[in-house]
């Protein structure tokens, strides 16, 4: 519901939102369908199976819009897995993403005790004492 499904799909400024006839599950289901199919033809392997750096550069093009596809690859990748991807990492874990609290302790972030407002103050540019133990909602519940 809310969402425009009649056509035309045209290419438009970025202010237009994602012009597609595909939903956004549709889409994303697509364009990992057709990001695999280059890296088998290219490498002989899907994407998850490529070295670090051959799927790094292969980002870089796909995000760049280097890439054809059946599907617009430079609009599936900034509009929607790589917002997804940040909100799966910085995410609370009780919500299934950011396992470990490995981001937030790769960014030093305490989890819920940032709330303090205070202590943001204080700490700026400075390592936060709690920091090293983030602490999810799920830790005081």
């Known amino acids: 519901k809310g969402r ?9 400024p970025p202010e237009m939102g994602l012009q597609s006839p595909l939903t956004p599950a549709q889409l994303y289901s697509a364009g990992v369908q057709a990001v695999n199919a280059i890296c088998v033809q290219r490498h002989g392997a899907a994407f998850d199976q490529l070295p670090p750096a051959q799927a790094e550069a292969l980002l870089h093009e796909v995000e ?26 910085f995410a609370d874990p009780m919500y299934g993403g950011n396992h470990g609290k490995v981001f937030w302790k790769m ?19 400075k ?13 005081f519940s």
């Open 64 to 89: 760049s819009g280097k890439l054809d596809a059946s599907v617009p690859l430079r609009d599936w990748f900034n509009v929607i897995v790589y917002p997804l991807f940040v909100q799966g990492c």
């Open 107 to 125: 960014l030093g972030y305490p989890g819920l005790p940032a709330t303090h407002a205070q202590d943001i103050v204080r700490y700026r540019g």
């Open 127 to 139: 390592p936060y004492p709690g920091a090293a133990a983030p602490k999810s909602m799920l830790d």
């Open 4 to 12: 425009y499904m009649r056509g035309p799909w045209i290419s438009g």
